[in-house]
């Protein structure tokens, strides 16, 4: 079978060069009065080289708030660390709370916990009632909400007072925590509704070649590109990180609040344009019982088919074949996302313990958690290398990653990040002044504040992580994108904010593992904490791509791929295109 060659240009910047006389590669039979685009036949499918097709306009409007909302959580929450942990007063580490490493990396984590909890109710009220224009939008004033509680007590007449302080931060919290998960949980597939649903196309590109449009390509662009927004927007940190170094955290948090304010704006102002899906009822009812059928008959979901309880127990059910199908497809996702509670588990340290672990070593002129934006300034420039450069290589040599090689590769990426880590800390533990108890010994006291003393760091340059955020961003281009792609198109048509919501609750659990090792995410264990990460994302990655492979198979080609029950389920193009929004 010939392979499926694959591009992310988008349509709308193909162009029609050459006449119609021109000989071009895939172009020299063309019959010369073959108007394009044209409709898509099997063969075509088959064998011409996939794209994007063209993307509207407003897809960019909802991807701009999206990642307007992530600017805010990021420049807010990015500071928490040396908020929470930090006595105030000292030059070198800015803080407000002075709570401990321990303390604080526990409090993030919660946090994180919380806010991936969340998504699940939310998703919930958006596929049963609300709608998912109006869940997002009310889950950015909550977020907003948040923002602004958080900023009057962080105030100096607030701080002053540690009660009100830790009071008003709580609060926050719990505001920003419920406005992101509301908006993780319908932001993905919103943007997937403004995305108009076309068959495909044969078109002619810049060289004048046939090629045909592809749907899964053109979603695949539009996470991809969102994502790549997303890492711009966080580069506010660099801004907060270096306000709360240099002003105070007030004004940290001041600067992410008026840029989400601003980004509601036209959200609003524009909804009548945006397209939006009625919420199709609550089907968690029949997925139960769908499941409870499946469950009594060995866990063959067959055994819930309509025609099956009419044949067997002559019954009626209210769902069709089709919602079995679905119900299928969305748990063969739900089996690929629960490896990612491994991955998240690594991800999180960078809100966390790595930035605990730049203020360990030597910095000047910025603040230990200003050097974490390393992390999107690598995605934004490598993104763009992976996607047009590393994969159309790939593929012109029949060597083309779907999403489960990816995400395998995305692990073993992340792996190998937390393993420098690893040896990053056993660097620091071996130089002066404190040796295995950094900020935390007599050699290192450089003087007092506030009957508080200051410590000078370990004898190590903090830019010694800049190959760790490169290995993190790598490992977040491969994995996310395509967790996405791939949870989309198996989710079940009515219940794509819920899938997505499974895919934050597995992140919740990855958090509540932060939480449990808190005890221990402390000077001089962290080298076996870390180690202890990487082994374990390593070994995710392997077994992800031992159990998931053949699914690569049928996601570019339309071959069968046999079911845990032994049955076949062929994928074929149409019903790609159906689900994958």
Known sequence: ??????????????????????????????????????????????????????????????????????????????????????????????????????????????????????????????DSWLGRYKTLLLSLIVFLIGEIVLFITSLPFAVTNKGTALGGFIVALVLIGLGQGGTTAVIFPFLCDQIPERASRVILNKRGQEVVTDFKLT?????????????????????????????????????????????????????????????HGNVLPHAAKVLVLATKSGFRLAA??????????????????????????????????????????????????????????????????????????????????????????????????????????????MACGIAYAAGIQKLIYSRAPCFTQPLACEAGVIGTYDGTNQYRPNEISAWIQIPLYFLLATGEIFGFVALNEFTYAEAPTNMKALVKSFEQLTAAL???????????????????????????????GIALYAAFRAYDVSWHMNEAVEDSEGHSHLVDESEVKQESC
């Open 510 to 540: 990855g958090a509540a593992l932060g939480v449990a090792l808190g005890p221990v995410s402390k000077d001089p264990y962290l080298v076996i904490v870390y180690s202890a990460m990487a082994g374990t994302a390593a070994a995710g």
């Open 304 to 413: 819930a088919d309509p025609s099956y309880q009419r044949q067997h127990y002559n019954r009626s059910v209210p769902w069709t074949p089709v919602f079995v199908l679905e119900i299928r497809r969305g748990l063969r996702a739900c089996r690929v996302i629960i490896f990612f509670i491994l991955f998240y588990l690594c991800f999180n340290q960078t809100t966390n313990n790595i930035i605990s672990q730049a203020n360990q070593m030597e910095i000047s002129g910025v603040s230990n958690d200003t050097i974490q934006s390393l992390n999107p300034i690598f995605y934004i420039v490598l993104n763009p290398l992976i996607q047009n450069v590393l994969f159309p290589f790939l593929s012109r040599h029949r060597m083309s990653l779907g999403p489960i090689a990816r995400m395998s590769a995305a692990f073993l990426f």
């Open 219 to 279: 979603t695949q662009f539009v996470f991809n590109t969102f994502y790549w927004m997303i890492n711009i927007a966080s580069l506010i940190t660099l801004a907060t990180t270096s306000l709360e170094k240099n002003v105070s955290f007030w004004a940290a948090y001041l600067l992410p609040l008026c840029g989400l304010g601003t980004s509601i704006v036209p959200f609003i102002l524009l909804n009548s344009r945006l397209t939006k899906l009625a919420p």
């Open 1 to 126: 079978m010939a392979t499926i060659r694959q591009s992310l240009e988008p349509a709308d910047r193909i162009a029609i060069l050459p006449s119609p006389g021109e000989n071009t590669p895939l172009g020299e039979n063309r019959d010369a009065n073959i108007s394009y685009p044209r409709e898509a036949t099997a063969d075509d499918l088959a064998t011409l080289q996939h794209v994007a097709d063209t993307v509207p306009k407003l897809v960019w409007l909802v991807a701009f708030t999206g990642a307007a909302q992530r600017l805010a959580f990021y420049g807010t929450t990015v500071p928490w660390q040396n908020y929470l942990q930090n006595q105030p007063g000292n030059p070198l580490s800015p803080g407000e709370l002075g709570l401990g490493q321990s303390t604080a990396s526990i409090i993030n984590n919660a946090f994180l916990f919380f806010s991936y909890l969340t998504p699940m109710p939310f998703a919930i009220v958006s």
